[in-house]
């Protein structure tokens, strides 16, 4: 008897504390967006990373590729085709190649002596947000509210 009732109470006790996780996971401070397959845009690295201009990184970046294996003579004609620049000491690059090949970055193999390097790809899929109306209309109520408060900055 006692037994019975010790399982029910604590039995009751799981329903409440499964009532009260669903709540709070309904009232949560972040709100879910479902994403569908076609909110998805596939983002390459190369189009977030920037360098400072005219810095030999920048040079280098800018004329390699992501198709064909290019070696350091190459490298040399292009820059100076490109940007105008040539360099006195022609062994400058490789420190830089060789920390863009560390962080793989870019991508290097030597065939018969002769180093090339190229580009890797990397691609990854991102979620567009489709609601940009709704962030618009509440920026437009923060806004309204801040005007009638008389707060002066802005967001």
Same mark, same amino acid.
Do not use: C
């Given at each position: 008897?006692?037994?019975?009732?010790?399982l029910?109470?604590? !039995?009751?006790?799981? #329903? @409440?504390?499964?009532?009260?996780?669903?709540?709070e996971?309904?009232? +949560?401070? *972040?709100?879910?967006?479902e994403?569908?397959?076609?909110?998805?845009?596939?983002?390459?690295?190369?189009?977030?990373?920037?360098?400072?201009?005219?810095?030999?990184a920048?040079?280098?970046?800018?004329?390699?590729?992501?198709?064909?294996?290019?070696?350091?003579p190459e !490298?040399?004609?292009? #820059? @100076?085709e490109l940007?105008?620049?040539?360099?006195?000491?022609e062994? +400058?690059? *490789?420190?830089?190649?060789k920390?863009?090949v560390?962080?793989?970055?870019?991508?290097?193999?030597s065939?018969?002596?002769?180093?090339k390097?190229?580009?890797?790809?990397?691609l990854?899929?991102?979620?567009?947000?489709?609601?940009?109306?709704?962030?618009?209309?509440?920026?437009?109520?923060?806004?309204?509210?801040?005007?009638?408060?008389?707060?002066?900055?802005?967001?």
């Amino acid at each position: 008897m006692v037994v019975k009732r010790i399982l029910k109470a604590l !039995i009751k006790l799981g #329903i @409440k504390i499964k009532n009260w996780a669903i709540e709070e996971d309904e009232s +949560s401070v *972040y709100s879910r967006v479902e994403y569908s397959e076609s909110n998805k845009e596939l983002r390459s690295l190369w189009d977030f990373l920037s360098f400072n201009e005219n810095t030999q990184a920048y040079h280098l970046v800018n004329v390699l590729g992501f198709d064909e294996w290019v070696d350091m003579p190459e !490298i040399r004609r292009r #820059i @100076k085709e490109l940007f105008g620049v040539d360099y006195k000491n022609e062994r +400058s690059l *490789y420190p830089y190649l060789k920390t863009l090949v560390d962080i793989n970055l870019v991508e290097t193999h030597s065939i018969g002596g002769r180093r090339k390097w190229r580009k890797r790809e990397f691609l990854f899929e991102v979620n567009v947000y489709e609601n940009q109306s709704k962030d618009n209309a509440d920026l437009a109520k923060r806004k309204e509210i801040r005007k009638k408060l008389n707060l002066k900055s802005s967001f």
